[in-house]
Structures are given as structure tokens and as C-alpha cells.
């Protein structure tokens, strides 16, 4: 799951973020209150896993959101980032959804329009719904099952919205045979072939092969209803048409976005929904530290994007309000990755040199030390998916002998791979994220005493996708090391890293692979892991695959990331949710009054 959080263009370098750290160390260990009792807040990490001030919540009011980012598009098949797929659970359903309940339990699937969870035959590859009675569009019309299929069929239509997670296709069409709904010949447009509609309540999932993940597909944003009349195709982010207990009511792309009630939504219909606020609000920012003062101010009450606030503001925070605060573990891993493509790191002892050669206290520091950037991590598989054993797995002592960097060690790795002088490489990193302009000169100050000469390339995060996602541009740009983090999908080995891992994801444009991974074994583990049905089995292939990538030195892991965010006085029902990575659960906030 990709996140954005546009901060600016301002470098911060490690020297700086050491002094940020030590003032979040001094606040989080006990400056300040941590009650919140003289401005009504909860208290610090009172939303962290649990739920905060549930008892208090009113209905009506309006919930203010603000954010640096806008999504990536508000439409249910395009959409990637994590804040959208949490938000817009407000404006559209799916058969299934994420638990609203904190914590681990939130990452479980519970029904939404379909009267319970998936009747499962055919030795997991036939799935079976039945929608519930009630569930309507904003204009009142049912929806029916094939709403449901024509909105799954839309992830086909790559050519027109690309963007979003192609999960079910992959799935339902592995060879690629249906066109999807524009470029359907079918009268009705809804030819795919793996999906039954046999009436209005009933829906059929035929999988050609099991994938033992394949409810957790269906509880994405992508696995929402869209009515073909109401199908805008590319200009649908605009205006989506309403399936949950908001609507749009105005859009301004990168300005602001107003969600008021859908009077057709039922409460009975939906037994995941609870929509206490009347209307919600986003309110678009051009830099972090402008949005932050308007949360401390009292002006907003949540910060959309869920990625912690910024140095500056976090400090204050931390001083002054620290019962606005949580500091929840989220499901990202922050790390380096070397594209081998890129000499010398086609070799794995030239990729174990910059390991051993790094400083993992610095580049720890750099993102913000241990309260605001995380622990130091050692594998790349994050503590939320089964599988993770967080710090008991560090292959390269990360954590331990090795954390402030090996030399020696680096040093004998560089012989190994025909290096022994050194070499030089370049690191691309994105000029949005100050805390990753700062991870990159910590590598670059740490590797200079190994003889590795680093360039820092900035490149317009915005531009992602064609920029490091280009194989071919990363090769001719030379970015030996790409610096990135990654969040699982849903949670599990396949939500997390099939993208990143499985050789069938190298693509020429979007690519997440960056390592070029290409691993008969890791592809094999994969394909034995969606056909494994119980959960024990799943989490032992979990953690083989992780070996595997860890074996391969394909990544520096920097930290398992934790975050500072915000929470107003205001807001009543609020916990941080395993199902969106430690982000709140958007779903049922409310305030502690109608004003």
C-alpha cells in the first residue's frame, strides 16, 4: 500500500533530525501532560489500539480533515493510497469489509452488503454472496449483484483507470482473456466469465485457482459497486455515486472535498456504519507545517494521509498537547532497495557492503528516532502481517552487533564482489520527504568510509511511478540504491510483498519491484502459499519467503515506522486499526458534540 505525504521541498539532514529526536525522546518519556486534562483530550496513545471517548459520541456536526495530499483519485477502482481506501468507506460499500474495531481485530473481514461472509466450495475456488435486503444508491435505487460485478469488471479497464490494486483480476482472469467493461462486446457489458449473477441478491465468484486470500481481495475499495449509468470512466474520481452513508456534495482537486448525507442510505442496511457527523470536510495544504498548526489550533480535527506530523510540528505537539496524541506501530517498512540491474549491485556481496556499511542509529535518527520513526528494522516483513518476527530475525545484526554500522565487515563484502576500493552509485530519493532526504545523506555520510561514493538524486515525488517505476529510467539514471516504504494491501505475505517480490510484477511503468527480483523459489513460495488454505501452513510460508529476501540482500530495512498523529478534542469513537496500517478508522468518528 503506497502512502503520500507532500511536506515540502526543504532538506532536513540527519544532524537536524538528531535534535528533533532527542526533543521526542525528552517529551514522549515525560514532558509534559499526558492527560490532556486541561483542553478535554483523551490522553497520549488513548486511541492506540483501543478505543478513545466512545461513550462521549454524538450524533451530527461536521468532522474536519485536513491534508497535504490529495488522494491519488477518489474513484474506487483507481485509488491506491492508504487514506483513501480508509476514507472512502464513507461514500462506498462492498460485499465485505475491515472489522471497525482496534487494532489487530480491525484487519479481520466482516460483511457489509452481503448478508454474511463467503459460502466457500470447490476446494476454495468457488465464493458465494447474497446481498442484504435495503442497500441502496444515493438515489434510492437497489443495488443489485451485478452493480456489484460491473464495478469488479472496471479493474480490467487499465487502459482508462489505471491506478488502483489489480488484485482481482489477476485472480479471477490470470490469463488476461477479458478486455474488461469498456471494450466488452456483451449487451450488458458484464462478460466476465468468472463472476455469476444468477438474480439481483446473489453473486458467484469462480476462481480458476484457489488463493487463500481472495475475501480479503473482495474487502478492498476496488471490490466496490459502481452503477453502469452512473460510470464516468475516467472523470468517476470527481464524483463517485454513493453506496454508503455519504455523498459527494463538492470537489476541488487539491483544494477541498465536502461529503454530506445520502438521505437514501439505511442504518438497518448497513451494520457497519454508524455516520455520526452530518457532513465531512478535507481541506487540501500546500505544506505540512501550515496543516499542523491548524490541527494544534483547533481549525481541523484529523490529518487525513495518517503519516505523522512533521518535525516541527510533532515538538510542539509532544510539549504542549501530548494528550492530542497517539503513536501507534504502523504497517510500514522503510527501507533502501537495490535495483540489480544497476552494477555493481548485480552482485549480493556488493548489496551486503552498503548493509554492513550503513549506520542504522543514524538512518533510525534520521526518520525520527524511536518514538516518531520506529524501531530499527532488521527483515522485511512488518509486525502486522502473519508471519513477522519482528527483531528476532536480524540476519545482519542490524539491531544488535552491528547497528552502528560493520566496517570491517563491509569492507571484506566489497573484496568479495570485485569492489575492494569502493565504487560509486546514485540514490534516488523523492524531494516531497524531508525525512527521506535525510535517511539518504545519513547512507552517504556512512558509506563514504567504506570507499562507496554516493550521489543524492531528488526527483519529483509526484513523478513516482514513471521515475523509479521505470526500469529502464532507473538503469539509465543509475539509482543503485531507491529509497521507499511499503505497507501491506491487507495483511498477509501476498498483501505485502507479492508486488514488491514475485518476478510476474516487474512491470515497465508503476513498477514496485525495484529489486528486479527474480527468484524461482521466492515465485515458487508464492504459488504455494495462495493455495494453502489454513492459517498455520500460511504463516510458516510467511516467513520462508521473508528468509528468502533477506537472504538475497535485496533490501536495507531503515525501521518498522511509527508515527505521531493528531487527534482533536472534539473527536469522540476514536482507535487506530490494523486493517489501515495504524491509522485511525475513519469509518465511525464522531464528535463529542453537534457544534
Request: proline share 5%; net charge positive; glycine share 10%.
Amino acid at each position: 500500500m503506497t502512502t503520500q505525504r507532500t511536506s515540502g521541498r526543504a532538506k532536513r539532514t540527519a544532524a537536524a533530525a538528531a535534535v528533533v529526536a532527542a526533543l521526542l525522546t525528552t517529551a514522549a518519556c515525560g514532558g509534559g501532560d499526558d492527560g490532556g486534562s486541561k483542553n478535554g483530550a483523551a490522553g497520549f496513545d488513548a486511541a492506540n489500539n483501543k478505543v478513545a471517548q466512545a461513550s462521549q459520541v454524538k450524533k451530527g456536526g461536521t468532522l474536519r480533515f485536513g491534508s497535504v495530499q490529495d488522494a491519488d483519485s477518489w474513484d474506487t477502482t483507481r485509488g491506491y493510497y492508504g487514506f483513501m481506501w480508509d476514507f472512502s468507506r464513507y461514500y462506498s460499500r462492498q460485499l465485505v469489509t475491515n472489522k471497525t474495531a482496534p487494532g489487530a481485530a480491525g484487519a479481520e473481514v466482516t460483511p457489509d452488503l452481503a448478508t454474511g461472509v463467503a459460502k466457500v466450495t470447490d476446494d476454495g475456488k468457488t465464493y458465494t454472496y447474497t446481498l442484504r435486503d435495503g442497500v441502496t444508491w444515493e438515489d434510492g435505487k437497489p443495488i443489485t449483484s451485478k452493480d456489484v460485478k460491473y464495478g469488479i469488471e472496471r479493474v480490467w479497464a487499465q487502459d482508462v483507470l489505471s491506478g488502483g490494486p489489480t488484485y482481482l483480476k489477476e485472480v479471477l482472469d490470470p490469463k488476461g482473456e477479458y478486455k474488461g467493461p469498456y471494450k466488452d462486446k456483451a449487451a450488458d457489458h458484464l462478460g466476465l466469465k468468472a463472476i455469476d449473477t444468477p438474480d439481483d441478491k446473489t453473486i458467484v465468484f469462480h476462481l480458476p485457482e484457489a488463493n487463500s486470500d481472495f475475501e480479503e481481495m473482495l474487502a478492498l475499495t476496488s471490490g466496490s459497486p459502481v452503477r453502469q449509468d452512473k460510470d464516468t470512466k475516467s472523470k468517476y474520481g470527481l464524483h463517485p455515486f454513493s453506496s454508503g452513508p455519504y455523498k459527494f456534495a463538492s470537489y476541488a482537486p487539491g483544494k477541498d472535498l465536502k461529503l454530506v448525507r445520502n438521505e437514501n442510505w439505511k442504518a438497518s442496511s448497513d451494520p457497519v456504519r454508524k455516520a455520526y457527523p452530518d457532513a465531512i470536510t478535507i481541506k487540501f495544504f500546500s505544506n505540512a507545517n501550515d496543516l499542523d498548526q491548524r490541527l494544534i489550533n483547533g481549525d481541523l480535527d484529523i490529518d487525513l494521509a495518517q503519516t505523522g506530523m512533521s518535525p516541527q510540528g510533532r515538538t510542539a505537539a509532544l510539549k504542549q498537547h501530548k494528550g492530542n496524541l497517539d503513536n501507534p506501530v504502523s504497517g510500514y517498512v522503510r527501507y533502501a532497495v537495490f535495483p540489480q540491474s544497476v552494477k555493481p549491485f548485480d552482485n549480493v556481496h556488493c548489496r551486503k557492503a552498503v548493509i554492513y556499511g550503513a549506520d542504522h542509529v543514524s538512518l533510525q535518527t534520521a526518520r525520527g528516532g524511536p518514538v516518531a520513526g520506529g524501531d530499527i528494522g532488521t527483515n522485511m516483513l512488518p509486525p502486522s502481517v502473519p508471519g513477522a518476527e519482528g527483531q528476532k530475525y536480524d540476519p545482519y545484526e542490524l539491531a544488535g552487533a552491528n547497528k552502528n554500522g560493520n566496517a570491517a565487515k563491509a569492507k571484506e563484502e566489497l573484496k568479495a564482489c570485485g569492489k575492494p576500493n569502493g565504487f560509486s552509485t546514485t540514490i534516488a530519493v523523492r524531494n516531497n520527504k524531508p525525512v527521506e532526504v535525510a535517511t539518504a545523506e545519513s547512507m552517504q555520510a556512512a558509506l563514504k568510509k567504506i570507499g562507496v561514493n554516493v550521489q543524492i538524486d531528488q526527483y519529483d515525488g509526484a513523478q513516482t511511478p514513471g521515475i523509479i517505476g521505470s526500469p529502464a529510467n532507473v538503469k539509465k539514471k543509475n539509482y543503485g540504491i531507491i529509497i521507499m516504504g511499503w505497507g501491506p494491501d491487507f495483511p498477509s505475505v501476498q498483501g505485502y510483498g507479492l508486488p514488491l517480490w514475485n518476478s510476474k510484477y516487474i512491470l515497465e511503468s508503476g513498477n514496485n519491484n525495484y529489486a528486479l527480483i527474480k527468484d524461482k523459489t521466492i515465485d515458487g513460495l508464492f504459488g504455494q502459499y495462495v493455495k494453502t488454505l489454513d492459517d498455520g501452513g500460511k504463516t510458516k510460508i510467511a516467513t520462508e519467503i521473508n528468509h528468502k529476501v533477506m537472504e538475497g540482500a535485496y533490501y536495507l530495512p531503515f525501521v518498522y515506522e511509527k508515527f505521531i498523529n493528531w487527534r482533536s478534542d472534539r473527536v469522540a469513537n476514536i482507535y487506530t486499526s490494523n486493517g489501515y496500517s495504524g491509522m485511525y478508522d475513519f469509518v465511525n468518528l464522531g464528535l463529542k458534540s453537534s457544534k
